[in-house]
């Protein structure tokens, strides 16, 4: 069977090409061609042998088999069994009980003799010092390392000796010649030399601020001025 595009040759009753896809024409039967066929099918059908009917047997009855008798065994007389001694069971041996351990001796402590504390010596009351009274009236002692409190200078001033200091700064210019004096004099009271000393201190810092400050202030509106007059 060959398809009748591509030539490809199929396979019989083979629907659709393999090769291509095209249907499959199956040729018209003639009625030589059937007749043919109908004639092998008859000759297939008269050489088949036929089967040959098997003969069924019959069964034959078997003879029933006489019964043989069995003898019955004659049972022997058994001789009487002869008793045999019982043994005598041995005394059992009775145990002996275990020994009580004796409890060891403990050795006595040997008493270790304390020492005798030995009596210390009482240490001796030294003399408490006693503090110096001024003539004219008790100052407060300040415990300070090389300064005499006996000076006049080294004591704290009084409340006169303030309100004199401030009632000389008052005065114009004399106020100015005396913070110095007060300041680097090597005789006067020395609570007055030390806040004098802080005081020019102070004073000096505020002046390089003032210097400082003013001139960015100076310079800032030397630029204000200086932009606005472009306009």
Request: with cysteine; charged share 10%.
């Amino acid at each position: 069977m060959y398809c009748h595009q591509c030539g490809k040759e199929l396979e019989e009753n083979s629907e659709f090409c393999i090769k291509c896809g095209a249907k499959t024409e199956k040729p018209a039967v003639t009625m030589a061609e059937m007749q043919a066929n109908q004639g092998e099918s008859d000759s297939m059908s008269q050489s088949t042998p036929q089967p040959v009917p098997i003969p069924v047997p019959v069964p034959q009855s078997s003879p029933t088999p006489t019964p043989v008798p069995i003898p019955v065994p004659v049972p022997q007389s058994s001789p009487t069994p002869t008793p045999s001694p019982i043994p005598t069971p041995m005394p059992q041996p009775i145990p002996q009980p275990a020994p009580i351990p004796q409890p060891m001796p403990q050795p006595t402590p040997t008493p270790t003799p304390t020492p005798t504390p030995t009596p210390q010596p009482m240490p001796t009351p030294q003399p408490m010092p006693t503090p110096h009274v001024n003539n004219m009236h008790q100052q407060p002692h300040y415990n300070a390392v090389g300064v005499d409190l006996n000076d006049k200078n080294n004591q704290p001033m009084t409340v006169l000796g303030w309100l004199g200091t401030f009632l000389v700064m008052l005065i114009p210019l004399v106020n100015i010649v005396m913070v110095f004096v007060w300041a680097f004099g090597s005789n006067g009271n020395r609570s007055r030399k030390t806040f004098f000393q802080a005081y020019l201190i102070i004073f000096v810092v505020m002046i390089i601020l003032s210097i400082v400050f003013g001139s960015a202030i100076a310079l800032l509106i030397n630029t204000v001025v200086d932009s606005g007059s472009y306009y």
